[in-house]
Structures are given as structure tokens and as C-alpha cells.
């Protein structure tokens, strides 16, 4: 089970934390992604961060903006994000899946319920 949370009404330029706390097991041999979906739109990838945290991997729009990590001890995963604009406002859901490239393809073994993140311009 994933839960998010850190999500809220910003403005533009300001930066977010989301968290997400994982009760699954083996959870340090999960990768972790971040995806986001705004109305009327499909859900997209953003982020992700692999199994012990050494790499990562963006979509190209957050990249250098956003960061994502990984806390093995504390069964956490966070986005970190700067800089944000309108066109970031969106539900971001968690996801955790043991293989990588499923993962940054989209399908996931593990999701949260979302936490929504609102860009005021």
C-alpha cells in the first residue's frame, strides 16, 4: 500500500514536496515512480528513482526541476519540486514496481491515491 501526501495550492514558481509512505514488503527492492494526471488528460510519468536510490530518471519537461529519492530505512519515497508552473497542476500518484522498465513505461505493481497539486499563476 502507498499513501501520498504534501500536495496543496501553490504559486507559480514556488516548490512542493510530495512524500509517499510505502507498507509493502521487500520494499527496498522496489523502484519508485512518480506520474501525474491532469483533467482531461491521460496519466503521464514524471519520475522515477530506482531500488537504492543511485539513479534516476525524468520526463523531460520536469528534468532539472524536479528530483525524486528514495528512503530504504523509513520505507519513504519523495518528489522534490521547484519552480513550479501552471502546467504542473495535476493528481500525483506513486507507484512502485521491481522492474525498471516497466516502471517508466507506465504499468506498476503498486499505486497511491493521489495527492493534488494546484499551480496558481
Known amino acids: 500500500r502507498l499513501v501520498e501526501s504534501g500536495g496543496g495550492l501553490v504559486q507559480a514558481g514556488d516548490s512542493l514536496r510530495l512524500s509517499c509512505a510505502a507498507s509493502?514488503?521487500?520494499?527496498?527492492?522496489?523502484?519508485m515512480g512518480w506520474f501525474r494526471q491532469a483533467p482531461g488528460k491521460e496519466r503521464e510519468f514524471v519520475a522515477a528513482?530506482?531500488?537504492?536510490?543511485?539513479?534516476?530518471y525524468y520526463e523531460p519537461s520536469v528534468k532539472g526541476r524536479f528530483f525524486a529519492s528514495k528512503d530504504n530505512v523509513n520505507y519513504m519515497a519523495y518528489l522534490q519540486m521547484n519552480s513550479l508552473k501552471p502546467e504542473d497542476a495535476a493528481i500525483y500518484y506513486c507507484a512502485a514496481e521491481s522492474n525498471w522498465g516497466r516502471l517508466v513505461a507506465g504499468p506498476a505493481e503498486y499505486w497511491g491515491q493521489g495527492t493534488q497539486v494546484t499551480v496558481s499563476s
Open positions: 528513482v530506482d531500488w537504492n536510490g543511485h539513479n534516476d
Open positions: 509493502i514488503s521487500f520494499f527496498t527492492s522496489y523502484n
